[in-house]
C-alpha cells in the first residue's frame, strides 16, 4: 500500500484548498480511508474518513466547511476544504486502514498553513 498526497499550501482564512491523496495497491471496498491532521504542539486527530461501506466520519470542527470524496476508478480521496481558519493549520496526513485488520498506513504528510 501506498499513499501519495498533494494540495496542501498557503492560503489566507476563508480560503479553500482541495487536498488529494493517490492510494495505490488497495480496494476501497475493503479499506477505509480518509484525512488525519496534526497541529504543532498537538496530537494526530481525525479530519474526515470514508469507511469501506461508504459511511463517514466527519471532525465536529470541520463539518460544514471541509467534504471528503472518493473515486474508485482513479484510486483517489479528497479533502475539500472551504472557509479555511488559522487552526486549521497542520499537517494533514492521507490514511488507509483495511477492513476488519489492525493494519494501517500512512501518506507523506502535506502541509497547509493557514493565515489570519
Known amino acids: 500500500v501506498q499513499l501519495q498526497a498533494s494540495g496542501g499550501g498557503l492560503v489566507q482564512a476563508g480560503g479553500s484548498l482541495r487536498l488529494s491523496c493517490v492510494a495505490s495497491g488497495i480496494t476501497f471496498s475493503r479499506y477505509t480511508t480518509g484525512w488525519y491532521r496534526q497541529a504543532p504542539g498537538k496530537q494526530r486527530e481525525l479530519v474526515a474518513v470514508?469507511?469501506?461501506?461508504?459511511?463517514?466520519n466527519i471532525a465536529d470542527s470541520v463539518k460544514g466547511r471541509f467534504t471528503i470524496s472518493r473515486d474508485s476508478a482513479e484510486n483517489t480521496v479528497t479533502l475539500q476544504m472551504s472557509n479555511l481558519k488559522p487552526e486549521d493549520t497542520a499537517v494533514y496526513y492521507c490514511?488507509?486502514?483495511?477492513?476488519?485488520?489492525?493494519?494501517?498506513?500512512w501518506g507523506q504528510g502535506t502541509l497547509v498553513t493557514v493565515s489570519s
Open positions: 470514508i469507511r469501506s461501506g461508504g459511511s463517514l
Open positions: 490514511y488507509a486502514q483495511r477492513l476488519f485488520s489492525s493494519s494501517d498506513w
